[in-house]
């Protein structure tokens, strides 16, 4: 029996408005799209014809066929979800995914890409890196921070792990960009205990703001540059106020060798004696990780994450690489990252994806792993717990932040589909990323970026150039002995 | 003084018009990039806002500033070139490079993109690729090499050197792409005589067709599916008939090693007795190249060169590169490649270029070389002589075959720009090439491929694959035993 009659939901429903909807409606709603999925024991699928319903900034609902407001079951809303005045995006053709996280980089350092190219670490340190940064002005980090933010929307980053200096600016212009981020102030011991008072006070200043997308860390640089005492003394502010550790670790097998001959203990043993390994800790690389370390990692009462960038160990000839069985073996998520640019050239997390697969099989001397299912497992969950998110992002499931990514699959390098994690992580680029989504917000839609200015940012920086780049000073802010 | 009467030549022009011409006018001109040119040492230079005048499908000038058609001098035509009747590309923020070439791939088999993954090479043969192989039609081919010639032209390859079965039809798509080739069609000593014997007739009536973009070669498949007896004719047919030998040859150290053991021969060692290394010669991969293999190379009285393929190195897990370092002492050129798609799961040789200068960083445990200049010199002028072609290609130049690149570096992964080159090789990526020519033609302009037709090839594609991939027959088209 039908009834001409409204149903009493549609009288006393409010107007149908963006500003003014009804409690309960959707925002965003992205139909016809191949959704990856984990099921409850992380593996992960492909859902077709995927429904994704956005409200609030979070997953509201992830249905297989078309969009049914008034269906309910195991996998429907239990409730009929309001699309009326939802934005619609129709992804036919398209994956959606997990945004990518970028577990370590250093946003500002865009400005120097490629301005320091085919040199090992210490000279790129010594020599061009160090002595230009310490002309660095406010007005360089926030142009930098701003393409880099441009870059990564652009490359389907939804959210990254920044650790730098003059971090209240970076902290504004991701505000600005709708990016995510978990954000350092990055310090030497040669700064006295004036670098981690401020780490602290960045810390807790921007903890939780830009509604929520930030979060921070504290943010000694390494063992090397700081010492155990102010290592230890990070490790206890930690602990007091609930704040992940974010710094650069065992880097590379050189910092490994040259701290045994120094103190007789590796950099994984020094942060062991300092504490930081009973807090939450994102390690930056590891790549110097030896099977001595194994034992304490694995007694660590802290939540470890270990951020790796394996295009820059290839390009500084290092001769390891983040040792990622090792760690999976200890139960450690090792998140995919970039590095800044001025080592890794870019801040394409993909391009990560792909190498630390490539890079794991040739390392293990074993096609067989990583599978791209297992670099798709690096790329989503174990990326969001490296950056201390990993009950927020890092999967498409009801009640997770929309941090969500539409990739396009109808180019010829993308065709045809046998595997889909296989064409995702090896035949995709980051440049068929076509709309790129944070919090429910639409960051880039159909490659145009919604939030930044690009030409403004390449025009002002080129500018300022001349004056950045004077290395006549001779001075640096910091020297690298390993 | 001037005049008002017209001058003598436009007096006597005929009418401007595309199929009606000044003898000598350009048909194209691309204005306003920044040019990519080999000084008379081959080192890379750049001339910014380049101006560059095609005519009859050759590079007639490359002048650095505006153009200026009734200018004459060193950099400047002697010959007034008539501007009016060409086509114009206003280029500017982008860079003009050679075409990339792809010096070693197999373009049909882009259908099996993504079928065979995280699998040693044997399986990957035997159990995949063998026995789906020997259910290709002559429409999968063609379907296949179309989209292998679409995904080319969008990444900025104008130049492929082809080694597969059916290459009468990979000849007709080419011809239809408008892309250049060198083909052969490949065989093993178990079809026979009759499988060098039709690779010779398909070298001999395919050779300088499509308008002399198509080159052939005579093509064994690899001199563990090929007997001795079988490689010495083939060397004796490419003396007689003046063509190239392209095969695979010591793609890896575990097939040199069973060749030592079974033969007590490496690769090279049997192809140097079948006379081949007197041939001009394109070896596939050659990371199975040992010491022992070098002096043997440094004799050859052929041109040889070598394409690399590093990506499927690593993914295949294989535990040396090749030998970029010791070939250059021996002056053989390396030329990039992709191999096919099954592998590969792209046929981006853009990656390649990136991936070799990274590869070879660390083979070398050296991160000054590849320097990015050194890795553009593989992908120009080395990869260019690796197929045959160094005389007509590889270079912008006047008199060489206009095949030409536009790349765009607006984007922010590629600003700003410190070292070109740099930005070429490691923050640019083939979707960053907007205009693709070959010959003087346009194949693609701003992304849109004007010579294909991608979602058709797609659709048919896939209503082909269940009988595609099907392997119940239990057959191989041969078997991989080193």
Redesign the interface.
């Known amino acids: 029996m039908t009834s001409p009659e409204p149903t009493p939901d549609a009288k006393t429903a409010p107007p149908r408005s963006p500003a003014a909807r009804a409690p309960g409606a959707a925002d965003l709603v992205i139909t016809g799209c191949t959704a990856l999925v984990h099921d409850e024991r992380e593996q992960i699928g492909f859902v077709e014809d995927a429904t994704i319903v956005v409200r609030d900034g979070r997953i509201a609902t992830i249905t297989g066929g078309p969009p049914d407001p008034h269906a309910a079951g195991p996998d429907r809303p239990p409730v009929p979800v309001d699309l009326a005045g939802a934005e619609h995006i129709d992804a036919r053709g398209q994956v959606a995914m997990p945004g990518l996280v970028n577990c370590h980089t250093h946003t500002p350092m ?6 320091a ?4 670490i210490d000279e790129w340190f010594n020599d061009i890196v160090w002595p230009i940064e310490s002309n660095l002005q406010e007005r360089d980090i926030e142009l930098g921070a701003r ?2 933010c ?2 990564m929307i ?2 389907g980053v939804t959210c990254f792990a920044d650790h730098y200096f003059s971090m209240d600016t970076v902290a504004a212009v991701t505000a600005e960009s709708g990016l995510r981020a978990n954000l350092g102030q990055a310090f030497f011991s040669s700064q006295g205990t004036e670098g981690r008072e401020q780490s602290l006070d960045f810390a807790l200043r921007h903890r939780d703001t830009a509604d929520g997308r930030i979060t921070t860390s504290l943010a000694p640089h390494a063992p090397y540059t700081v010492d155990d005492a102010d290592l230890a003394a990070t490790a206890a502010l930690a602990r007091e106020h609930g704040l992940l550790v974010h710094l650069h670790a065992a880097e590379n097998r050189d910092q490994t060798d040259a701290s045994l001959a120094r103190h007789g203990r590796t950099p994984i043993e020094i942060l062991a004696g300092a504490g930081l390994l009973d807090t939450d800790l994102l390690l930056a690389h590891g790549t110097g990780i030896v099977e001595r370390d194994l034992p304490l990692l694995a007694r660590a009462t802290g939540r470890i994450g270990v951020a790796s960038a394996p ?1 820059g ?7 390891t690489t983040t040792p990622v069985r090792a760690l999976r073996e200890l139960g450690i998520p090792v998140g995919l990252a970039t590095d800044g ?1 001025a080592s890794n ?4 997390v993909w391009e990560s994806m792909a190498l630390t ?3 794991q ?2 390392t ?6 990583l ?2 299912r297992q670099a798709l497992h690096h790329a989503t969950l174990q990326s969001a717990r490296a950056v201390g998110l990993g009950e927020r992002i890092g999967s498409l499931a009801p009640g997770r932040s929309a941090d969500i990514v539409l990739v396009d699959l ?4 993308t ?5 889909l994690a ?2 995702l992580v ?2 995709a ?4 990323v076509r709309t790129t989504i944070v919090d429910g917000r639409i960051l880039m839609r159909d490659r145009e970026l919604l939030t930044l200015d ?2 403004s ?2 025009r002002e ?2 500018e300022r ?1 001349p004056a950045l ?1 004077d290395r006549a000073h001779g001075g640096r802010i910091q020297r690298y002995e390993t």
């Open positions: 865009v400005t120097l890409r490629g301005i190219e085919d040199l090992p393409l880099a441009a870059e652009r490359g295009r160990y290839l390009k500084f000839a290092w001769p640019a050239n870019s801040l394409d697969a490539l890079a099989k040739f293990e001397a074993d096609p067989r792993r599978t791209s109808s180019g010829p390098h065709q045809p589909v046998h595997d296989a064409t090896h035949s680029r980051s440049g068929d690009v030409p940012v390449v920086m080129n150039m780049v």
